[in-house]
C-alpha cells in the first residue's frame, strides 16, 4: 500500500462568460448547432488583468484554505497546462513563490493537455513517496481562449478557461489511486503548433476522429483502473469525466452501463477546459455535496497527445496527520 487520498479542493473561472447566443451575433453558428452537438451552452474567458496565473493563485487559495495545510507542508506543486502565461518560470515556481512553499518543494508544470490533471495526480503520488512532506497541490488550469481562431467555428465554439486545484495527502498505509496512464502519438488529429513554427498557435481539430478516439479510450481506461484497484464499477460513488462533449460522455456511460446519475458534469457552463475541466467539476461536486468524504471518484481525462489517463481518488475523512 501507499498512495494519495483528497483533503481539499478549489476552482476559478473567468469572470466573463459568453453564451452560444452571443457567438450568434459574431459568427456563423446557432445555439442549436452547440447545444445539440456538444451539450455545451456557455464559455468563460479571461479579459484584463485575469491570466493563467491569477486563475491558478485563486484556485490553489480556495484548496489550500479549505484543507487546512499550510504552504511550508506542501512538498510537490504540480500544474497541468498547455497554456501557460510564460514557457518559463513555469507557474507552479510562480506559485512557490506567491504562496510560499518552502524552496524544497518540487514544483513544475506538466502537458498532457485533457489527460494532464490525472497524469498530475500520479505523478504527485509517486513524488510524494519519496519526500519528507506529505502534502501536494495539483492543479490543471488552461487559457484557452488564448489559442482559439475566431475564424474556425468548428472549434472557437467549443473550448473555455478556467483553473481547478487539489490538496491530496501521501500516506504509508492509504490506497494507491491506479492510475492508468497512455499515449498514442498522433500529431494529425489534435495539434496546436509551437511558438517555433511560423504559424499561429491555434487549435486545429477533426472533430470526428477525436470523437471515435474518445468514446474508445474513455470507457477503456475507466474500466481498467477499476479493475487495477479490484473494485466493480457499481462500487464507484462519483464519476468525473472530463468535460469535452455531452455527448462522448452519453456514450461512454451507456457502454459501462453506470448509473448516468452519478455521471453528471458542468460542461453547459465551462466548455471543453482541457486539462482544467476534471478538477473544477471535482471541486464543483465537493462544494455542492454530491462528494463526501470516503467517497470513491473515478477521474478519466482524454485528449491531446493523444492521451488518456484514469485514476481512482478517494476522498479523506480529514488530515490524516491530524489524527495521529
Ligand atoms: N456552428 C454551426 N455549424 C458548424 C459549427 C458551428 N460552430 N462547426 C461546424 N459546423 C458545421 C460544419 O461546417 C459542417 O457543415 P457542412 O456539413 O455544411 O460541411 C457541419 O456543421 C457538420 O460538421 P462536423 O464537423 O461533421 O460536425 P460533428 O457532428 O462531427 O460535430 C464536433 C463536430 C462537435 C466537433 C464533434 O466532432 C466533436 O465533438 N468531436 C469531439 C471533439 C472533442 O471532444 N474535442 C475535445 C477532446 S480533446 C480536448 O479536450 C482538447
Known amino acids: 500500500m501507499s498512495g494519495i487520498k483528497l483533503l481539499a479542493t478549489g476552482s476559478a473561472l473567468p469572470q466573463h462568460m ?6 450568434e451575433q459574431i459568427m456563423d453558428t446557432s445555439d442549436e448547432w452547440i447545444t445539440s ?6 464559455r468563460h474567458h479571461c479579459q484584463g488583468e485575469e491570466c493563467h496565473t491569477s486563475l491558478c493563485l485563486e484556485a490553489a487559495k480556495k484548496a489550500l484554505e479549505r484543507s487546512g495545510v499550510k504552504p511550508e507542508e506542501v512538498g510537490v506543486c504540480l500544474v497541468a497546462t498547455l497554456t501557460p502565461d510564460h514557457l518559463t518560470p513555469a507557474t507552479a515556481c510562480v506559485l512557490q513563490k506567491e504562496l510560499g512553499f518552502q524552496e524544497d518543494a518540487i514544483c513544475f508544470d506538466l502537458n498532457a493537455a485533457c489527460s494532464g490533471f490525472v497524469y498530475a495526480l500520479h505523478t504527485a503520488e509517486c513524488l510524494l513517496a519519496a519526500s519528507q512532506r506529505k502534502y501536494g497541490l495539483v492543479l490543471g488550469a488552461e487559457v484557452l481562449s488564448r489559442v482559439i481562431d475566431i475564424n474556425d467555428r468548428s472549434t472557437y465554439v467549443l ?3 478556467g483553473a ?9 498505509e492509504f490506497p494507491s489511486i491506479h492510475a492508468v496512464l497512455g499515449c498514442r502519438g498522433n500529431d494529425q488529429v489534435l495539434t496546436i503548433p509551437g511558438v517555433n513554427k ?12 477525436v470523437f471515435r478516439f474518445a468514446v474508445e479510450a474513455l470507457p477503456r481506461c475507466a474500466r481498467e483502473v477499476a479493475q487495477k ?32 446519475a452519478k455521471c453528471t458534469g458542468n460542461i453547459a457552463h465551462t466548455a471543453n477546459t482541457s486539462a482544467a475541466s476534471v478538477p473544477i467539476l471535482l471541486d464543483e461536486l465537493v462544494q455542492k455535496g454530491e462528494i463526501q468524504p470516503g467517497n470513491k471518484v473515478l477521474c478519466v481525462g482524454f485528449g ?3 492521451t488518456w489517463a484514469g485514476a481512482l481518488l478517494e476522498v479523506a475523512q480529514g488530515r490524516e496527520g491530524d489524527t495521529k
Open 18 to 23: 459568453i453564451t452560444n447566443h452571443d457567438l
Open 37 to 42: 452537438r456538444t451539450g455545451i451552452g456557455a
Open 159 to 161: 473550448f473555455g478557461d
Open 164 to 172: 481547478g486545484a487539489a490538496v491530496v495527502e501521501w500516506r504509508e
Open 198 to 209: 511560423g504559424v499561429p498557435a491555434v487549435v486545429h481539430m477533426d472533430g470526428q476522429d
Open 229 to 260: 484497484a479490484g473494485i466493480t464499477l457499481e462500487e464507484v460513488d462519483r464519476f468525473v469525466l472530463h468535460q469535452a462533449n455531452q455527448r462522448i460522455i452519453n456514450f461512454a456511460v451507456k457502454k459501462l452501463g453506470v448509473d448516468p
Open 304 to 306: 491531446g497527445g493523444l
